[in-house]
């Protein structure tokens, strides 16, 4: 490893990490539809079970004395290649001294750099997931956010039959903002589905497990992270698409890297943790420069465990 002036700051890292909890909560769901895969190699080839042999149907008739029929199939080989994130926030001793009656300004600082690293990881999920046109995808009969047409369980649905017959595997999860979960809250058929096993539910305010309910998935994943499109100037926007949706086979976050899934964060952990803090002295600014990074592979590992709604809002 190169050598480093930095000191390693686990106490900071507590804190990164619980903020990234936090952060998790708040609408960063980037690991949950990437799971983490912590490895001790930078870049390297793994194998993958092809879709076609989790299906095959072989004889399994065992004769007296006769040796036992036994799976015989190539593997194929993916790859990662882990790439190193950071962010560095300087704190000044003088802004230091000043602000230490308001607030912890080293807290701040490690916050700051922690949300910088989480919104890019972000990014990088999205781009590579709901963003990417490797992964099949269809337009919704109508859009989402025309309430009275709207059939959102036909057109998961549809993309659940996408599952079962090209790819031969069963989605586990819907991915989506929460703009959209808003506008499946107030659609007429949605609500005429809930009432019989749920009379008290609310139009427009439909809890995660009723709508797991619904659509007949198990994992509901919404998100809810944002970021300033304006160049020079505040204009919000979220990080997941308002008008896109995800159905998707996620991994279980095991050891097992064969297991058919849409993908995994890879985390090169000889270089980093998910999420490694560190600090050193600038003195030619008086300042204590804090930094967040992280050295990850966000890979798609078999794009037919996606299918993306399109058009889900006009």
Not at 194 to 215: C, D, H, W
């Amino acid at each position: 490893m190169p050598t480093t002036q930095s000191t390693f700051r686990p106490e900071l890292g507590v804190l990164a990490y619980e903020f990234s909890q936090d952060a998790s909560r708040q609408g960063f769901i980037g690991r949950q539809v990437l799971p983490v895969f912590e490895t001790d190699r930078q870049s390297a080839q793994y194998p993958v079970i092809p879709a076609r042999a989790m299906l095959e149907m072989q004889d399994t008739a065992r004769a007296p004395r006769s040796a036992y029929a036994r799976g015989d199939y190539d593997f194929e080989s993916a790859e990662y290649f882990c790439r190193e994130h950071g962010w560095e926030e300087p704190l000044d001793d003088t802004e230091a001294q000043l602000y230490k009656h308001y607030f912890d300004a080293e807290t701040v600082a490690v916050q700051r750099a922690t949300l910088m690293v989480l919104r890019s990881q972000e990014k990088r999920v999205v781009d590579a997931t709901i963003g990417n046109d490797a992964l099949p995808s269809g337009a919704v009969g109508h859009a989402w956010s025309g309430y009275a047409d709207a059939d959102p369980l036909a057109d998961v649905n549809k993309a659940k039959e996408h599952f079962r017959f090209s790819v031969g595997l069963q989605a586990n999860a819907l991915i989506l903002d929460a703009d959209i979960l808003r506008h499946v809250s107030m659609c007429e058929a949605v609500m005429e589905r809930v009432k019989y096993t749920s009379p008290n539910a609310l139009r427009g305010e439909l809890t995660i497990e009723q709508l797991k309910a619904y659509f007949g998935v198990p994992t509901i994943l919404v998100a809810n992270a944002l970021y300033n499109a304006g160049s020079g100037k505040l204009k919000v926007d979220t990080l997941w698409p308002r008008d896109r949706v995800l159905l998707a086979c996620l991994s279980s976050g095991g050891g097992d890297l064969r297991e058919p899934c849409l993908g995994r964060t890879f985390v090169w952990s000889e270089d980093s943790g998910q999420l490694t803090t560190e600090s050193y002295r600038e003195e030619q600014t008086r300042s204590t420069v804090y930094r967040v990074r992280q050295n990850t592979d966000e890979c798609v590992q078999f794009p037919g465990a996606g299918y993306v709604l399109t058009g889900v809002t006009a």
